[in-house]
């Protein structure tokens, strides 16, 4: 008897920001998609790790209209914030700052400047440091001065690949969670690719495997690019050191490995880092060391940051391309070794490209024989969860009278309430770090301590699972064994 497939157009592997991206995109047409990801939720790979920045590539001179990365990057820029819009998901334009120590480092500002000028992304003025502090007062006093980009922005990486995803679910994309692909089968006119989920038989794969696109690649022998696994760490800052700084502020690089920035994100903490280093994919450690380094630009840059604000750290990868590409291009597009196969890696930064990026992949594919008739039920919107805490108090109020849940607190770091943590399950919420990428339960600066156990007892219940089997990232992570009153009475048993 034959394997059993599941029939589909386009296999997406990978539910990162550019897998959602893509099947969104792809959700506009008339056309059957199938994503499907290996962990067991969406974002939780190279996105989850991302910062966030959406910006235009004016930092570093490799952003050049020969890269294909750049060419991506510039067509997102008119993208990004409509799709926010469209989406409900935060979009917070807050400018940044590259700032230099000395006259030396003021000459590659201007060779910057001028730069972007001649690629018509608008002027960016250069402030001194009297006129620099007074939209940045917390910067060092030993500042230059700096290159202001109004145009700098934020979103929440892991929040805007939901929303894409639930998005694309609601206009007939099929998700598929816990399905690492183990194989794949090339034919004449279809693949054959095997998952821990099941196995699909599909037209077009498009390898959107983030940290792993490499290992995917070579199934088919699509592998025709190498990537170095570059490992950065960054640091979480309390919440309450919102407003320290305004905007992204960071410095040129010294040395190699050093992206010393401090960044605000949408809900208010400051990110710093990035201390940058080739490493073995898959290993997501922090190490002393980097912690270390990291405070310390940091506080270079910012000396009012303290290391009793550090609540949490995080090392996630950037995937670059070979020395002799060049680290800063991409590998977005058909296989030249394999017919319909499409490849997708950015590296940095992949969050500000991915619109662009997958409404390339969609011309690829057309323009390939794929036919892509537009689908007139197409609804481009999404409404997100409320966030509780950000709401004027007569909306609290209306909407705790619309569900009494929500006038239940959960978490109180963040104040996350019982309504919020509900819709996040009904939304694929299967695990606390499900919950805590939606609505930020457990995100505080007690991490979870105090509603940890509330959570579990919450997840349980909308489940319909027992409070052990809830995990706190799916396979092996149970955070309760069993209860305490059970393991006496079998211990008196056993007695």
């Known amino acids: 008897m034959g394997m059993s497939y599941d029939e589909t157009e386009v296999l997406i592997v990978g539910a990162g920001v550019l897998g959602a991206a893509t099947a969104r995109e792809l959700s506009k047409y008339q056309v059957d998609v199938t994503l ?52 409900d998901v935060p979009f917070r334009k807050v400018g940044g700052w590259e700032m230099c120590w000395d ?29 620099l502090k007074e939209m940045e007062p917390n910067v060092s006093d030993k500042i230059l001065g700096g290159l202001h980009d109004p145009d700098i922005a934020v979103v929440n990486p892991v929040h805007l690949t939901q929303a894409l995803v639930e998005n694309a679910a609601e206009n007939g994309v099929r998700l598929v969670l816990g399905s690492e692909v183990l194989d794949i089968k090339p034919g004449h006119h279809y693949f054959e690719v095997k998952t821990a989920g099941g196995d699909f038989r599909a037209r077009y794969v498009i390898n959107a495997a983030g940290e792993w696109v490499d290992k995917v690649a070579a199934m088919v022998g699509a592998d025709d690019f190498v990537i170095f696994p570059i490992k950065g760490y960054v640091g979480v800052l309390d919440r309450r050191c919102e407003g320290l700084v305004n905007g992204l502020v960071s410095v040129l690089p010294e040395e190699p490995g050093d992206m010393n920035i401090v960044v605000p994100t949408v809900e208010g903490n400051l990110l710093f880092g990035i201390q940058l280093q ?14 270390r380094k990291a405070l310390e630009n940091a506080r270079r840059l910012v000396p009012d940051i303290s290391e009793n604000d550090v609540i949490n750290a995080f090392c996630g ?20 070794r394999v017919p319909r196969f499409i490849n997708m890696t950015i590296g940095y930064p992949g969050v500000s490209a991915s619109p662009g990026a997958a409404a390339e992949v969609a011309e690829v594919l057309q323009k390939d024989g794929l036919k892509l008739a537009p689908d007139p039920k197409f609804n481009p919107h999404r409404k997100g969860i409320p966030d509780f805490s950000r709401l004027t108090e007569r909306e609290k109020r ?34 606390l770090d499900g919950v805590k990428h939606r609505v930020r339960a457990g995100m505080g600066r007690c991490q979870g301590g ?40 079998e211990g008196r048993k056993d007695g």
């Open 36 to 87: 499907v990801e290996k962990n067991v939720d969406v974002g939780w790979g190279i996105t989850k790790a991302n910062v966030g920045v959406v910006n235009q590539g004016k930092d570093t001179l490799e952003f050049r209209p020969e890269y294909h990365r750049s060419r991506l990057l510039w067509r997102s820029l008119t993208m990004m914030e409509p799709l926010c819009r469209e989406l």
């Open 278 to 291: 080739i490493n073995r994919r898959g290993d997501h450690s922090t190490t002393g060391d980097m912690a």
């Open 103 to 131: 006259m030396e480092m003021k000459g590659k500002l201007d060779k910057l400047s001028r730069r972007t000028e001649s690629l018509g992304l608008g002027k960016d003025r250069f402030y001194w440091y009297p006129e």
């Open 398 to 431: 209306e909407l705790v009278k619309k569900d009494p849940r929500y006038g239940h607190v959960v978490c109180r770091c963040e104040t996350v309430t019982e309504g919020e943590i509900v819709e996040a399950i009904r939304r694929g919420a299967t695990t």
């Open 450 to 489: 105090f509603c940890g156990p509330r959570v579990t007892r919450i997840l349980a219940r909308e489940l319909g699972v027992p409070e052990t089997e809830v995990t706190k990232k799916g396979e092996d992570s149970t955070q309760l064994y069993c209860r305490v009153k059970e393991m006496l009475e």
């Open 317 to 336: 990868f950037l995937m670059l391309r070979n020395y002799e590409i060049g680290w800063h291009e991409c590998e977005v597009g058909m296989s030249g």
